[in-house]
């Protein structure tokens, strides 16, 4: 693929909502939902940081500054985009990719007719939920399905990188040894000598942080913003506020759907889950981004 796009990539019109949140705060339950729209779809991966990051691999952080968003970016990735929307008939693409959550402003150069929804979770909860990824093994099925959408001459570059990082986790001791999630600025140095759950804490909130201020600058017609809490708590009313953002109708099949297979049960999990100094690492850190949403 490299950086160039095909001429045909600015034939159809679509439009493009992207989910923003920090890791662990329900953005993959989101999106898999929206994609259930008529007339919306997704890529069958999670997420494809690979494509945002292309161009700009060697860039130590996830946190790309919109400088970085070249006009030879801006063709390749909008044209992913389109490549989707065109194959798969869709007048709506929805994305998620945690990392944006610190690059907005980029993102915005990008792709500078998206729409975004915005979706923050209880700080502790998400902290907790996240520290569970960084100490789980290889998932080589999750690996591949990403691996799909890789721009091809970026293949060689993350191939070495997920070679050292395996090689890395044979000496680690039961420690990570690499860092799963959004990269924010200053996270190599974080690790060093941190327990897990307190850069988890920092990862919060640098992504709830970037995302707030940058959201904030732009039209709110352009960003809807949902508390995991409320959305689980009643993920009907919430959903449909949702849809109606996006200009789609929801259904009562999806109306049904959402009753019977989205739970709150997650709700407070991370304070019953975590000991009493853990809690007081992850308060210390996010004290403030989680009294600024609400959060006791």
Not at 69 to 78: K, L, Q, T
Not at 91 to 115: G, H, M, Q, W, Y
Not at 174 to 193: H, I, K, L
Request: with cysteine; net charge positive.
């Amino acid at each position: 693929m490299g950086l160039a796009a095909s001429p045909r990539d600015s034939v159809i019109t679509f439009q493009k909502i992207l989910i923003i949140g920090a890791p662990r705060s329900g953005t993959n339950l989101l999106r898999d939902l929206m994609a259930r729209l008529d007339g919306a779809g997704t890529w069958p991966c999670d997420e494809i940081n690979h494509v945002w990051r292309h161009g700009n691999i060697r860039h130590p952080s996830d946190a790309l500054p919109p400088g970085l968003a070249r006009p030879e970016v801006r063709r390749y990735i909008a044209g992913v985009f389109t490549r989707l929307a065109a194959r798969r008939g869709l007048d709506t693409v929805i994305e998620k990719t945690c990392a944006n959550s610190l690059r907005v402003p980029f993102v915005d150069r990008v792709i500078d007719d998206a729409k975004y929804v915005f979706i923050v979770r209880d700080g502790v909860d998400a902290a907790a939920s996240a520290a569970k990824r960084w100490h789980a093994g290889l998932d080589l099925g999750y690996r591949l399905r990403k691996a799909r959408f890789v721009p091809p001459t970026d293949v060689p570059y993350y191939l070495l990188r997920f070679l050292g990082n395996q090689l890395q986790r044979l000496g680690a001791r039961g420690r990570p040894a690499n860092t799963w999630g959004p990269v924010f600025d200053g996270m190599a140095e974080a690790q060093r000598g941190a327990a897990t759950i307190g850069v988890c804490a920092r990862q919060w909130r640098a992504c709830v942080e970037a995302a707030s201020a940058a959201l904030a600058g732009l039209p709110a017609s352009r960003v809807h913003r949902v508390r995991y809490e409320d959305f689980v708590g009643d993920p009907v009313r919430e959903f449909r506020r949702i849809a109606e953002f996006a200009g789609k109708p929801m259904s009562e099949q999806l109306a049904d759907h959402l009753r019977r297979e989205v739970s709150g049960a997650s709700r407070g999990r991370g304070r019953t889950e975590l000991t009493r100094e853990e809690l007081d690492v992850v308060l210390g850190i996010e004290g403030p981004a989680l009294a600024a949403h609400g959060y006791a």
